[in-house]
């Protein structure tokens, strides 16, 4: 898992080796542990641990955090109590006076102290002096769809801290918010649209976070089956989605696989999905041998880095396996278990660095208890279809329909290209050879050779084209990229197909040359949706 604070030693000289690389890796994480430990000493002594057993100790660890709740990240803690059963009501009160702070200060950053909210008075300012067409522009505004952010010392955390909202509210019934919330999926619909789904840590973190609120689950579902559904398509070149392309200091490029990867796309199908699909038999075997002997599975960074062992990572792969079941998963996560509880911090925590350690505590707790099979965790394990836990008005529910729509995401990298390289920062930079084939191949196996065809032909007419535009060529291509990874899909959803199919058709039948293509490939994605 690449972290960010990691990267700082891809500056030193080439003469420093690997094992002083990790040396140096290892020591950056026990002072920041260590520094962490000493802040929440001064609220916890260490004689209040005396005698608990690891889980009491992460509980009475929690407590504090819950009781002195400093950031939004912390507010897991809350999340944690709730959904074992005790009454939060006394800590959420404590939070809803600094979620209304965090809001006025979101909106008078942006629009002035004057600002006002269209539906209501979020600033304490008079009702009556509300400037409509300020407040309409502050109601619509794409950057004005959060108001709560994430602690510096803890980079990963912001892919992590929407979820701990999402989770939040709904746990600890909070109300009063709900326009954030129908804001927040009207924005990430829109970015998912406009931007596509990047490939990385980030996005998968992220899909793997929001996976774990039944209410985010609920309200973001189209969007996140769509950042799932590009997330399960390889790299190019590569013949796994748990695979990657890392190029280091000297633009040589390596093949790292990523466990959490693995792990979080099982998680998510079968949270947004239910029954396992016919794939995830590979997948689990696969993960299942990812597991480390002393029952850990690694955090893999690219050279020289190196490898080690990941409370995250392990966590995460509990998570999936626990879900899904298969045969010999139950010694599997009673090893995890075992090494996770080895590797408690002295103060109660578990700790990983750039990561929460609130986060990451709740997130083993609740691993602790899938792997044991005990009731109580922060997510509805029991049902394909999850529901709020808290109240919910019918006004609300008819908002958050016209918010979210089902729609598609444009994988990043051209899968009708071929083999080629995309230029650009080494980081961002992606290796695009052969993942064409890998498409194609999928296709032929599933009896779809003439589609293939298709593709591959409107694909010639579009780029030889003299009559359109270089941005008009890519605008298609990418539409046609998504044709092809929904394609080779094994149940397709077939609206999509359709609508993208006639779209292309009425966009390309007056270029000279390739409205033939394009109406040979509507009629063979007709044949496929019937």
């Given at each position: 898992m690449?972290?960010r604070?990691?990267?700082?030693?891809?500056?030193?000289?080439s003469?420093?080796?690997?094992?002083?690389?990790?040396?140096?890796l290892?020591?950056?994480?026990?002072?920041?542990?260590?520094?962490?430990?000493?802040?929440?000493?001064?609220f916890?002594?260490?004689?209040?641990?005396?005698?608990?057993?690891?889980?009491?100790?992460a509980?009475?660890?929690?407590?504090?955090?819950?009781?002195n709740?400093?950031s939004?990240?912390?507010?897991?803690?809350?999340?944690?109590?709730?959904s074992?059963?005790?009454?939060?009501?006394?800590?959420?009160?404590k939070?809803i006076?600094y979620?209304?702070?965090?809001?006025?200060?979101?909106?008078e950053?942006?629009?002035?102290?004057?600002?006002?909210?269209?539906?209501?008075?979020?600033?304490?300012?008079?009702?009556?002096?509300?400037?409509p067409?300020?407040a309409?522009?502050?109601?619509?505004?794409?950057?004005?769809?959060k108001?709560?952010?994430?602690p510096r010392?803890?980079?990963?955390?912001?892919?992590?801290?929407?979820a701990?909202?999402?989770?939040?509210?709904?746990?600890?019934?909070?109300?009063?918010?709900?326009?954030?919330?129908?804001?927040?999926?009207?924005?990430?619909?829109?970015?998912v649209?406009?931007?596509?789904v990047?490939?990385?840590?980030?996005?998968?973190?992220f899909?793997?976070?929001?996976?774990?609120?039944d209410?985010?689950m609920?309200?973001l579902?189209g969007?996140?089956?769509?950042?799932?559904?590009?997330?399960?398509?390889?790299?190019h070149?590569?013949?796994f989605?748990?695979?990657?392309w890392?190029?280091?200091?000297?633009?040589?490029?390596?093949?790292?696989?990523?466990?959490?990867?693995?792990?979080g796309?099982?998680f998510?199908?079968?949270?947004l999905?239910?029954?396992?699909?016919?794939s995830?038999?590979?997948?689990?075997?696969?993960?299942?041998?990812m597991?480390?002997?002393?029952?850990?599975?690694?955090?893999?960074?690219?050279?020289?880095y190196?490898?080690?062992?990941?409370?995250?990572?392990?966590?995460?792969?509990?998570?999936a396996?626990?879900?899904?079941?298969?045969?010999?998963?139950?010694?599997?996560?009673?090893?995890?278990?075992?090494?996770?509880?080895?590797n408690?911090?002295e103060?109660?925590?578990?700790y990983?660095?750039?990561m929460e350690?609130?986060?990451?505590?709740?997130?083993?707790?609740?691993a602790l208890?899938?792997?044991?099979?005990?009731?109580?965790?922060?997510?509805?394990?029991?049902a394909?279809?999850?529901?709020?836990?808290?109240?919910?008005?019918?006004?609300?529910?008819?908002?958050?329909?016209?918010?979210?729509s089902p729609?598609?995401?444009?994988?990043k990298?051209?899968?009708?290209?071929?083999?080629k390289?995309?230029?650009?920062?080494?980081?961002?930079?992606?290796?695009?050879?052969?993942?064409f084939d890998?498409?194609?191949?999928?296709?032929?196996?599933?009896?779809?050779?003439?589609?293939?065809?298709?593709?591959?032909?409107?694909?010639?007419?579009i780029?030889?084209?003299?009559?359109?535009s270089?941005?008009?060529?890519?605008e298609?291509i990418?539409?046609?990229?998504?044709v092809?990874?929904?394609?080779a899909k094994?149940?397709?959803?077939?609206?999509?197909?359709?609508?993208?199919?006639?779209?292309?058709l009425?966009a390309?039948?007056?270029?000279?040359?390739?409205?033939?293509?394009?109406?040979?490939?509507q009629?063979?994605?007709?044949?496929?949706?019937?």
């Amino acid at each position: 898992m690449p972290r960010r604070k990691l990267r700082v030693a891809s500056e030193r000289s080439s003469k420093v080796t690997s094992k002083e690389l990790a040396i140096d890796l290892r020591r950056l994480e026990a002072d920041a542990r260590k520094a962490y430990l000493t802040h929440y000493r001064s609220f916890m002594p260490e004689t209040e641990l005396v005698g608990l057993s690891a889980i009491e100790k992460a509980e009475a660890w929690l407590r504090c955090v819950a009781l002195n709740c400093q950031s939004y990240a912390e507010q897991e803690a809350l999340v944690y109590f709730a959904s074992r059963g005790e009454s939060v009501d006394e800590m959420a009160k404590k939070i809803i006076p600094y979620w209304k702070r965090g809001e006025r200060f979101a909106i008078e950053s942006r629009y002035g102290s004057s600002a006002m909210y269209l539906e209501g008075d979020v600033t304490g300012n008079d009702k009556s002096k509300a400037n409509p067409n300020e407040a309409s522009t502050w109601f619509t505004d794409r950057v004005a769809s959060k108001f709560w952010d994430t602690p510096r010392d803890f980079g990963d955390t912001d892919m992590t801290i929407d979820a701990t909202m999402f989770r939040t509210m709904e746990w600890c019934d909070i109300g009063g918010f709900d326009d954030w919330w129908k804001r927040y999926a009207a924005n990430l619909h829109l970015e998912v649209m406009s931007s596509g789904v990047e490939r990385g840590s980030s996005s998968h973190l992220f899909l793997f976070s929001l996976c774990r609120s039944d209410y985010a689950m609920e309200l973001l579902r189209g969007d996140l089956e769509f950042i799932l559904s590009a997330l399960e398509v390889p790299e190019h070149g590569l013949r796994f989605p748990w695979q990657a392309w890392v190029f280091q200091p000297n633009r040589v490029a390596e093949v790292v696989e990523y466990p959490w990867y693995l792990a979080g796309i099982l998680f998510a199908r079968r949270r947004l999905r239910g029954a396992s699909e016919r794939s995830s038999g590979q997948y689990l075997d696969t993960l299942l041998k990812m597991q480390g002997e002393n029952g850990a599975w690694k955090v893999k960074w690219s050279a020289p880095y190196g490898e080690r062992d990941s409370v995250v990572e392990t966590a995460i792969a509990m998570h999936a396996l626990a879900l899904e079941k298969p045969r010999g998963f139950s010694l599997c996560v009673s090893n995890g278990a075992k090494w996770l509880l080895e590797n408690q911090d002295e103060g109660g925590f578990w700790y990983e660095l750039s990561m929460e350690p609130s986060f990451v505590t709740v997130l083993v707790l609740d691993a602790l208890s899938l792997a044991s099979d005990k009731p109580g965790v922060t997510f509805d394990v029991s049902a394909e279809t999850t529901e709020i836990k808290g109240r919910r008005s019918s006004e609300h529910e008819q908002e958050r329909g016209r918010v979210v729509s089902p729609t598609f995401v444009l994988p990043k990298g051209d899968v009708v290209m071929g083999d080629k390289i995309e230029t650009g920062s080494i980081q961002a930079g992606i290796l695009n050879m052969g993942r064409f084939d890998h498409v194609v191949s999928k296709l032929n196996e599933l009896d779809r050779g003439e589609l293939a065809a298709g593709i591959v032909s409107l694909k010639d007419a579009i780029l030889a084209s003299q009559s359109l535009s270089e941005k008009d060529k890519e605008e298609h291509i990418e539409i046609l990229n998504v044709v092809a990874v929904e394609a080779a899909k094994e149940q397709p959803n077939k609206t999509m197909l359709r609508v993208l199919g006639d779209g292309l058709l009425a966009a390309l039948k007056v270029a000279p040359g390739i409205a033939v293509a394009a109406t040979a490939l509507q009629r063979l994605l007709q044949v496929i949706t019937k």
